[in-house]
C-alpha cells in the first residue's frame, strides 16, 4: 500500500530561483470551452460571442474569452505550485499577448523569479512567472504571481531572499494589440451601449447592477474545466466546516462578466495589473460588481483605445461600492479588487 | 458614482410603434451549444442528434435544436423588450424559417407592432415581432410576443392604443419547410418511436410519463447559455421570497424533450401558435409533460407531415392531464400551455 | 386518454436468445462532448485533452475519452434494455476497438446471448452484448452486460436457460490498439506524472488521494448528455425516499479521472474486464478511489503496454482500501468496482 505515485506537490524548499517548470497537460480548445464559458458567466462580450462582430473587429474568427485563456493556462500551474499553498497573494505583470482560437492547444511554463521565507520558519513565498503557449509555441499571455507555500521539511535552510521588483501597473505602451485589430467600423448596437472610451472619466464609478447567486455544481463545472483539480474546491470533508471554497477565477470570470452591464465595450482584456481575492467565497453567496476607471490610454491601432479599470466583487450585504474600511483593510463583503487593461473603441 | 452606463431597460413610455429594435449581441452556435442543450434537456430528436440521420432526411447536417435556436433569438431581445416586464403575456404566429447550423451567427431585431396603455396608468402591454438573422441577413425565425411594461414616467401620456391582429393559429399552408427536407427513408427504428402521423388521432392525449426535478444549477446555466441575463433567474436576493424565478424557456424546453416519450417523430417544431406560462416553476420542483393532438396537416414535401399539438408542462402534485378548471383558470400545478405545429413522417 | 404511445420498456419475456436490438437514437460528438466532459469529471489524460499530443502518439487528433464514448453507446441502450431492470449485474468482455473523434456519429445494438429465469417467476437475467458503431459501421466498442428485468406477464413461461460462458478477464492478446499509436517520443512532463509500466508492481495499490463531493445538477447533467433518460436518475418524486439514483457510469468516470492522480499515464481504456456498482451512490456524497495493479502486458505497438487495474471508488466514511469484508461482500462504503485494462508508456 502506496501514495507514493500520486502527486504530494511541491513545498517551499523544493523551489530555486530561476527553476523553469513545465506544467502538465496541454489542452485542446473548442466550441465547446466557448459555450460553457457563456453558460458559466453571463458573459456577453459580442467580439467572443461573434464570429462575424470579430471579423469587422480585423480578427479570423470570435476568440475564446480572455479569461478563459487565462483559467486554461492558470489551471496547469495549480499541481506545481499551488498544491500546498496556504495563500494567493497577487498577481502582477500579467499581459494576454495573443488571441486563443478554437483548435488552439496550449499548456503553460513557469519560471521561479522570486523566494523568500517567512520568519516563523514554518512557509515561504514564491514567485512565479508563468507563460501561457500555443501550439506554434507563441506566447498567448503571461503573468506574476506569488503564493504562500508551506514547507514540507522544516528543518530545510531558508534560501537567499529574492524579492523580484514587479511593476505596480503594466505600462500602456507595453500592452498588445491583436494584430489587425481595428475598431472603425465598431457596431455600437450591437456590442450592447452606445459607451465609447471618451465617455469615461476618470475616477468614476460604475454599480454593475446585477448579480448572480453562486450554486455548488456551477463552480465545480467551472475549475474543472479549467482543470484546476485542488481539493479544496471540490470535497466537501477537506475543510473542518464542511465547505467548498470557490476557485478565485470563477469569482473573477462572474465579476468580469456582470460588468458588462455598463463596460460592454470594454472588449478584450490585455493586461493584468493587480488582483487580491480579499475574502472566500462559497456557494449561495450573491456576487455582485462595480468598477472604476483608473486610467485611459491611446493604442496605435484604429479606433482602439485602452482603459484601466478596478473591478470589484461583493457579495451579499455590501454597502454600495464598498471597498476598504479606514484601516486600509477590505470589508468582509469585498472578494476580489482586480485592477486590468481592457480595450474599448475611442 | 453613477448607475448611468448601465442598461435600465425601457419603459413603456419608450416604445413607439412601428420602431424596429436591433438587439445585442450576435452569437456564434457552435457543436457546444448542442452538447449543452442535451445535457440541460433530454433531448433525443434523432434529427437534431446525428449529423447521419439529418443527411438521410435530407439536410447537411444535423441543426442546432429549434428551441435552441428559439432561446438565442429570444434571449438578445430582454435587455431590450422586458426588463421592466411585469409579466410575459404571450405569443403568436411564431415560425421558424431556416434550420440554424453550427458555425452560424444569430442575431435579432424588433418591431413594435403594438401598444396599450393599462387603465391604471401605471403599465401598458408592449406588441413586438421579433425576427433572427443569421449572418447572411437570411430569417432563421420570427415571432410576436406581448408583455406588460412599467411605466418609467408615470406622467407620460397614454399612445394611441394599437392592437395588432394576430392569427390564433399559423395556417398549415404557411409552415415553411426547410429545404430538401424528405422523410420518405425515415427510419423509425433509429428515431425511436414507430409512430407516424396516420397513426395520431385529433383529440388524442398523450402522458408523457418522465419527470425531471429542476435545479437551480441547471436552470441558471441555461438561461446564461442564451444570455438572458433577467436578474430575476440568478439573484436569489432580488425576490423578496429569497427565489430565483426559472425562466420560462427553459420549462418549454424540458416539457418538449419529455415528450419525446410519446411524440419521437414530431422531429422539427416549424411554428408556435400561441403559449402561456401558466404558472412559476422554482428550482426543487419536479416538471412532466402531457400532449394533445389539435390537428394534423400535409405538406409539400416527400414523407413530411405536420401535426399540431398542445403542450402542457406541469409539476408535482398535479393530477393526469392537469389543464384548466371549470372557471377557465389554469389549474396551480400547470406551469406551461404551449400550441405548435412539427413536422413527422406521413 | 392514453399512455400507448410511450415506451413501456421490455420484459423479461420480450427477450428472446438470438434477438438483435438496434437502439434509437444515433449521436454525433463534438468538442462540445469533450469540454463537457472534462467540466464533470476532473479528466486529465493528455491525449484526450491535446490534440497535439494525440498527434505525437501516432493519432490524428485528440480522441472523445474512452469512457464518455462508452456512455454514448450505453445511454442508447437503456430504454431498450434496462427500463424495467431491478439490477445492473455485471459487465464482461468489454473491448474499444476504435477511437472516436469529434464529429463521428454513434448508434447501438444488441444481441441478446443469454436468458435465465429466476427460480421466484417473477424476473430474470438477461445478457446483451452490445456494439457500437460508428458512421462507417466500423465496432468502435463492444462489451457484454446482463442485467435482472421483471416479467410484464408473470404467466409467460420461462425460456430454456441459456448462460453464456464469458471470459473472467480479456485476454490481453485481445487487445485492440488503435491503429498508429506510438509512445516512443512520450512527453511524461506534459502528461503529469513520470511513471511507466514498469515501475508499477503487480499488487501494489494506489491511494489516489483527492475526492468530489457529487451535486444533483451534475450528475443529471452528465446523464443526460448520454442520452440515458431512465427515471430514476432525474425525477424526485420517483423513489419513495425522494432521492435520485445517480447512474452508475457518473461513478466509473469520476473515479477513473481521479485516478489520474497516480495513473496519469494509464492513458486509454482498451478493455472492461468486469464491473460491479456495489452500492448506490447519491447525492452529498464524496467520492475517493484506490487503484489495485492487477497485471501488466506486452502489446505490438512500439512504447506502448497494457495495465490491468481494479479501480475502487468509495464515499466518505470508508476506510483506506476499502473493498470487501470477510464474508465478501462489499463494505457499505464501497460505490464500485472495476476491473480494466489500459494502454500505458512501458
Known amino acids: 500500500m502506496t501514495k507514493a505515485k500520486t502527486n504530494p506537490g511541491r513545498f517551499f524548499e523544493d523551489y530555486k530561483v530561476g ?7 496541454p489542452r485542446t480548445v473548442s466550441g465547446g470551452e466557448r459555450a460553457m464559458y457563456h453558460a458559466l458567466y453571463p458573459a456577453r462580450g459580442a467580439l467572443y460571442s461573434s464570429d462575424e462582430f470579430a471579423r469587422v473587429a480585423g480578427l479570423p474568427s470570435a476568440p475564446i474569452d480572455d479569461l478563459a485563456a487565462f483559467h486554461v493556462v492558470f489551471g496547469k500551474t495549480v499541481p506545481d505550485v499551488s498544491l500546498n499553498a496556504v495563500a494567493n497573494l ?10 486563443v482560437y478554437p483548435g488552439d492547444t496550449l499548456r503553460s511554463e513557469s519560471e521561479v523569479i522570486g523566494l523568500k521565507e517567512n520568519s516563523n520558519g514554518k512557509s515561504g513565498v514564491v514567485y512565479v512567472r508563468t507563460t501561457g503557449l500555443n501550439q506554434y509555441d507563441h506566447k498567448v499571455m503571461e503573468y506574476v504571481r506569488w503564493v504562500m507555500v508551506r514547507k514540507g521539511d522544516l528543518a530545510a535552510p531558508a534560501p537567499e531572499a529574492v524579492v523580484p521588483a514587479l511593476a505596480k501597473v503594466v505600462d500602456p505602451k507595453d500592452l ?3 494584430t489587425g485589430l481595428d475598431f472603425s467600423n465598431y457596431d455600437f448596437t450591437l456590442a450592447g451601449e452606445p459607451h465609447r472610451l ?3 472619466q476618470i475616477g468614476e464609478k460604475i ?11 456551477e463552480h465545480m463545472i467551472a475549475t474543472r474545466l479549467w482543470q484546476n483539480t485542488a481539493k479544496v474546491h471540490f470535497d466537501a470533508t477537506f475543510r473542518e466546516d464542511g465547505k467548498r471554497l470557490i476557485y478565485g477565477g470563477h469569482v473573477i470570470s462572474m465579476a468580469r462578466a456582470l460588468s458588462f452591464n455598463g463596460l460592454a465595450n470594454a472588449q478584450m482584456i490585455v493586461a493584468l495589473n493587480g488582483g487580491a481575492h480579499a475574502n472566500p467565497c462559497f456557494a449561495g453567496d450573491t456576487v455582485k460588481a462595480w468598477s472604476e476607471v483608473l486610467d485611459v490610454a491611446e493604442t496605435a491601432a484604429p479606433g482602439v483605445g485602452a482603459i484601466r479599470l478596478r473591478l470589484v466583487a461583493t457579495k451579499q450585504g455590501a454597502a454600495p461600492f464598498a471597498y476598504k ?10 472578494l476580489l479588487d482586480l485592477d486590468y487593461w481592457a480595450l474599448m473603441p475611442v
Chains 1, 2, 3 share one sequence.
Open 198 to 200: 471618451g465617455d469615461y
Open 19 to 25: 527553476q523553469v517548470i513545465r506544467h502538465a497537460v
Open 325 to 334: 474600511g479606514e484601516d486600509g483593510k477590505y470589508a468582509p463583503e469585498v
Open 207 to 217: 454599480d454593475h447592477v446585477d448579480g448572480v447567486t453562486i450554486e455548488e455544481a
Open 176 to 178: 498588445v494589440v491583436p
Open 90 to 99: 497577487g498577481y502582477a505583470e500579467g499581459r494576454w499577448l495573443k488571441p
